[in-house]
T-cell receptor, first 112, second 114 residues
Framework: SQQGEEDPQALSIQEGENATMNCSYKTSINNLQWYRQNSGRGLVHLILIRSNEREKHSGRLRVTLDTSKKSSSLLITASRAADTASYFCATYSSEYGNKLVFGAGTILRVKS | DTAVSQTPKYLVTQMGNDKSIKCEQNLGHDTMYWYKQDSKKFLKIMFSYNNKELIINETVPNRFSPKSPDKAHLNLHINSLELGDSAVYFC?????????????FGAGTRLSVL
């Protein structure tokens, strides 16, 4: 069954604003990852956060993980039109046979 | 150089035909995957090979048969194509023991069954 669920399903913001996407999952995990998919392209890995970490930064990206609530959020600060894409969370768990299980994704549109 | 390359990029075919999609990775990874992304963008794993050995085989019709001639290649053959097979198929690779299974994806093959 699908592990991760994301909200919102779609998000539309102005350039320069911050974008926040949330992901919830159901079981214990080894790590949680975020990927970006531009239209018509493959997924690109953005950031990985381990189960014993609470927050991680990479450039304009900030990821938090709350294992007690089984949830994560991805914050993109000072968004740009080039950030327009679909964003997916994916969980990696030995309970799921060492495979990544992806959420349904959030479609982000950044208007210039 | 493209890290994970899959061919063809587009595949349009009639119901009942047999088709193959090829994937190659030059990252030296030991594990490769096939995913199916449906029209709602939901991405679901189909198969995974580790060093040419099948390790993940999800509930997929047996019309789908993966083949891994070596750890750098993973092909997908589909027999008797059906309308519901229309989707985008992604190949990916990873080095599972290092880096927490970060996966590298190909650009996808858009399959349209008419």
């Amino acid at each position: 069954s699908q592990q991760g669920e994301e909200d919102p399903q779609a998000l539309s913001i102005q350039e320069g604003e911050n974008a926040t996407m949330n992901c919830s999952y159901k079981t214990s995990i080894n790590n949680l990852q975020w990927y970006r998919q531009n239209s018509g392209r493959g997924l690109v890995h953005l950031i990985l956060i381990r189960s014993n970490e609470r927050e991680k930064h990479s450039g304009r990206l900030r990821v938090t993980l709350d294992t007690s609530k089984k949830s994560s959020s991805l914050l993109i600060t000072a968004s740009r039109a080039a950030d327009t894409a679909s964003y997916f969370c994916a969980t990696y768990s030995s309970e799921y046979g060492n495979k990544l299980v992806f959420g349904a994704g959030t479609i982000l549109r950044v208007k210039s | 150089d493209t890290a994970v390359s899959q061919t063809p990029k587009y595949l349009v075919t009639q119901m009942g035909n047999d088709k193959s999609i090829k994937c190659e990775q030059n990252l030296g990874h030991d594990t490769m995957y096939w995913y199916k992304q449906d029209s709602k963008k939901f991405l679901k794993i189909m198969f995974s090979y580790n060093n040419k050995e099948l390790i993940i085989n999800e509930t997929v019709p047996n019309r789908f048969s993966p083949k891994s001639p070596d750890k750098a290649h993973l092909n997908l053959h589909i027999n008797s194509l059906e309308l519901g097979d229309s989707a985008v198929y992604f190949c990916a690779s990873s080095q599972v023991r290092q880096g927490g299974n970060i996966q590298y994806f190909g650009a996808g093959t858009r399959l349209s069954v008419l």
